[in-house]
T-cell receptor, first 114, second 113 residues
Framework: AQSVTQLDSQVPVFEEAPVELRCNYS??????LFWYVQYPNQGLQLLLK??????LVKGINGFEAEFNKSQTSFHLRKPSVHISDTAEYFC????????????FGAGTTVTVRA | NAGVTQTPKFRVLKTGQSMTLLCAQD?????MYWYRQDPGMGLRLIHY???????AKGEVPDGYNVSRLKKQNFLLGLESAAPSQTSVYFC????????????FGEGSRLTVL
């Protein structure tokens, strides 16, 4: 079965501390991987994506993620967070046999405290 | 530069009433999608369209219908609303060549009493 799992529903973190959000997927076919961010009362916007090539991808706002095929993971990291990073983060996957559809994880709420 | 615009942004319905959510995009995108967002469940795909005049079912299509008569518009209809359809609905669009890069509207919050 194909699925996307975000292992943490809520992550509290202090300002200027690092943060890691975990994402694992299950698939018997090739995948494309994405992280989206949703700020309060807004739609989602793309942070970064992995389609092929280097397994370390950099995105907007200082975020990066690493694709690990053997562990079927795509964890998101930021070395130093700001208050403005408070948001909900979604891992998403395209199972390449059908590239029309993006499947989302349940989301991780990051709350940055001063 | 409007991007993806959803109307209405808020709506309260009684069980059994019908309504239509409108999504309009001005980016000439080929693909359009309707998702619903519920706490702890992420976004689930209701229906999608890969071009004008085409629609297809997603993960949770029951109780919804869609139409894409014009390339820029994607309508989501509820024929007989149920409390289980209380949710936040998001429309999104993308270009064919931009795999996975969806542009989202700001959402439509629907409450069914």
């Amino acid at each position: 079965a194909q699925s996307v799992t975000q292992l943490d529903s809520q992550v509290p973190v202090f300002e200027e501390a690092p943060v890691e959000l975990r994402c694992n997927y299950s698939s018997s076919v090739s995948v494309y991987l994405f992280w989206y961010v949703q700020y309060p009362n807004q739609g989602l916007q793309l942070l970064l994506k992995y389609l092929s090539g280097s397994t370390l991808v950099k995105g907007i706002n200082g975020f990066e993620a690493e694709f690990n095929k053997s562990q079927t993971s795509f964890h998101l990291r930021k070395p130093s967070v700001h208050i403005s990073d408070t948001a909900e983060y979604f891992c998403a996957v395209i199972f390449v046999v059908n590239d029309y559809k993006l499947s989302f994880g349940a989301g991780t709420t990051v709350t940055v405290r001063a | 530069n409007a991007g993806v615009t959803q109307t209405p942004k808020f709506r309260v319905l009684k069980t059994g009433q019908s309504m239509t959510l409108l999504c309009a995009q001005d980016m000439n995108h080929e693909y359009m999608y309707w998702y619903r967002q519920d706490p702890g469940m992420g976004l689930r795909l209701i229906h999608y369209s890969v071009g004008e005049g085409t629609t297809a079912k997603g993960e949770v299509p029951d109780g919804y219908n869609v139409s894409r008569l014009k390339k820029q518009n994607f309508l989501l209809g509820l024929e007989s609303a149920a409390p289980s359809q209380t949710s936040v609905y998001f429309c999104a669009s993308r270009r064919i060549e931009n795999t996975g890069e969806l542009f989202f509207g700001e959402g439509s919050r629907l409450t069914v009493l």
